[in-house]
């Protein structure tokens, strides 16, 4: 599986311009300025695939990214306070509008600060993808700016927090240094693949 081979596809702007889902999801969900599109662009060692904005709550679009065997699905984040209730609102049906459409999704990559407590919206985000029955993991972004016994301590306080969630996967990850890279990818291999294999079923 070839993460360097990949484009930009299609921008969404509301649930009817969704395109067709013909090839395995993998979707990234996660709070304003959590790190999602720097973990998107060290995934595919691309600097500026997806666009890192020195301004929070500037993707307000759904983007496809296409790799050969899936596409990655970069949700708008959420939680940002400087953005209209109509704007927040329109994200909200946007990204309401993706989960209620029956795609192929493989697996749900939902990112927090590994730095900070998860908040409401992250904790709903969760729960929502938990009871919604979705295969998902927990990738804590920001590890490199932890000294050892904090990372330590906040891998504990996510382990405990998250511990009614049998076999929920929790990822420590660094778009700086590159740790959890190789995690992620192999997390991305194994859910393409287990969902290809249930759809030959």
Known sequence: MNFNEVKFEFASGAPEQL???????????????????????????RKALARVSSQPGKTATINF????????????????????????ERWAKLVEGY???????ALVIQILDLRHPPTDDDLH?????????????????????????????????YKDIFSEISHIKLIPFSAVNGN???????LIREAVTDFNNREEQ
Request: proline share 3%; aromatic share 12%; net charge positive.
């Open 19 to 45: 395109p067709k889902s013909d090839v395995p999801e993998i979707v990234f969900s996660g709070h304003s300025n959590v790190g999602k599109s720097s973990l998107i662009n060290k995934l595919v060692q």
């Open 125 to 157: 985000m969760v729960d929502f993808l938990y009871r919604g029955g979705f295969n998902f993991a927990v990738v804590l972004t920001k590890s490199d700016k932890l000294k050892k016994t904090q990372f330590e301590k906040q891998m504990e306080y």
């Open 65 to 88: 990214y296409r790799l050969k065997e899936f596409r990655m699905v970069d949700l708008p984040g959420y939680g940002y306070a400087k953005v209209s209730k109509k704007e927040k």
């Open 99 to 105: 989960f209620a459409q029956d795609r192929k999704r």
């Open 180 to 186: 959890g890279n190789e995690d992620v990818r192999n």
